[in-house]
């Protein structure tokens, strides 16, 4: 009588068509975030480059700084020898929601601007004067919830009962319900904004930070001459920001990939998974 113990047979796990779903989705997303884009230049003159680069805002920068104004930095931060100024005006014109003024100076101290100081950036008002108060940004906020909202409806349309995205079809794929049919428009839709959910978060993490000052002293002139100084803007807050942005994208999107055999938490929300097609 032969003993040899049977060796077990490891269960057969489902793909995660991990490389195929990533690739889908850079496709899917630059070719959605194009479309968006286009849209919304047809109602502004901003070339939809800045628009993707700035997030749906148009910057536009004159070096005209008004007298009284260059007279204020003049002697808030005086020049030393050798050194030159940079100063421009910038305007800020946020999509359907209004335009932002700001002042940016540096200070390089080599004739060649090689060597150039941290730049002081403040907000300006109608007349020129600084605005050293915190400036909530709800412009950024609302065009951040505008932007995912549209790239969510744009990949539920395509998505929704038994369609796929171009990304998707390239790459032989298609969202389905654990049933087997294509999920509804607005499943698909709860779908995407779950998959995009790190995004609100990155908006309203931003808009968070623009509640606490930027710098240490609300008195600009004050301000001026901690930069004479030498004072250097901490970026630890930004640091911190990108940071926990990352790690929450990774653990929304990466870590269910890998644990639960391809199905993420918003497919198992929405009791839907991705397939080969």
Request: charged share 15%.
């Amino acid at each position: 009588m032969d003993y040899t113990a049977e060796m077990p047979q490891s269960a057969a796990l489902p793909s995660r068509y991990f490389w195929r779903r990533f690739a889908a989705l850079v496709v899917d997303i630059v070719i959605f975030q194009a479309a968006i884009l286009i849209v919304v230049y047809s109602f502004t003159t901003t070339p939809p480059l800045d628009l993707l680069v700035h997030g749906w805002t148009s910057v536009q920068c004159t070096a005209a700084i008004p007298d009284q104004l260059a007279k204020r930095i003049d002697a808030g931060w005086p020049l030393k020898t050798g050194e030159i100024r940079g100063a421009d005006i910038c305007e800020t014109t946020h999509f359907g929601l209004g335009k932002q003024r700001y002042l940016r100076t540096r200070v390089a101290g080599d004739t060649d601007g090689l060597l150039w100081s941290p730049e002081l950036t403040i907000p300006l008002d109608a007349d020129n004067n600084p605005v050293t108060k915190t400036l909530p940004a709800y412009r950024s906020l609302l065009s951040g919830i505008a932007n995912t909202a549209l790239m969510a409806l744009a990949f539920a349309g395509f998505s929704a009962n038994g369609r796929r995205t171009f990304g998707k079809a390239v790459f032989f794929l298609r969202v389905q319900s654990i049933d087997g049919e294509g999920p509804d428009l607005g499943t698909a839709f709860k779908r995407e904004i779950l998959k995009f959910s790190p995004n609100l978060l990155f908006s309203t993490l931003a808009f968070a930070i623009s509640l606490f000052p930027i710098y240490p002293t609300a008195d600009f002139d004050a301000l001026l001459g901690m930069f004479r100084d030498g004072y250097i803007p901490s970026n630890d807050g930004t640091i911190g920001f990108y940071v926990v942005w990352t790690v929450a994208a990774l653990a929304w999107w990466l870590a269910p990939i890998i644990a639960w055999q391809g199905q993420t938490y918003y497919d198992r929300i929405c009791g839907c998974e991705v397939v080969s097609a």
